[in-house]
């Protein structure tokens, strides 16, 4: 029995997961290799799923660290963390929510998945990527407002065909570009 699992654990690994254990890299999904040496986590390219944000009450959260994303469930908009409870609005309008499904869910104290160098880090949140010189590859779609029909609320990609991070708001797409 303990070798069926041994097995089953070994495929689920290759299937779902690619690391590379000493660089500290992490590929989610069907992709086969790094788009880039320089990045922590990747998703497949062209897929038609994006990356969910939690939906969070911002006033509850008062030691966010900078560079946290959210969708705030009260103000129904995505923001990001400048540090503390300092939240900036990345939304253009507010958007629509439904968090019935995670209303009578209990939270897991120190629940959280960390990838990087320091497992001492001890920086909340649910997902944590520590790392000093790679970055996080976002999803990457090619005109998602077009591609993805039914879009979670919160959901963020990079769209590949305007060069533009977008974030779904329930309601619509928001594009954000360099300036």
Request: with cysteine; net charge negative; proline share 3%.
């Amino acid at each position: 029995m303990r070798k069926n699992i041994f097995v089953i654990s070994i495929w689920f690994c290759v299937c779902f997961f690619s690391s590379d254990i000493f660089g500290q890299q992490v590929i989610i999904g069907t992709k086969q290799q790094f788009s880039s040496t320089s990045s922590i986590l990747e998703f497949p390219d062209n897929d038609t799923r994006g990356m969910v944000l939690p939906k969070v009450n911002s006033t509850l959260v008062t030691n966010a660290t900078g560079g946290t994303l959210i969708y705030d469930s009260v103000d129904k908009k995505i923001k990001y963390s400048t540090g503390g409870t300092n939240w900036v609005d990345l939304s253009i309008n507010e958007g629509l929510v439904n968090t019935s499904e995670q209303d009578n869910l209990k939270e897991v104290v120190g629940a959280r998945a960390l990838i990087g160098n320091d497992s001492s880090i001890s920086v909340e949140g649910v997902l944590v990527l520590d790392s000093a010189s790679k970055a996080m590859v976002l999803p990457r779609v090619e005109s998602p407002h077009l591609k993805m029909l039914s879009p979670a609320t919160g959901t963020i990609v990079y769209d590949t065909k305007s060069n533009m991070i977008c974030v779904f708001n329930g309601k619509e797409w928001a594009f954000w570009a360099s300036e």
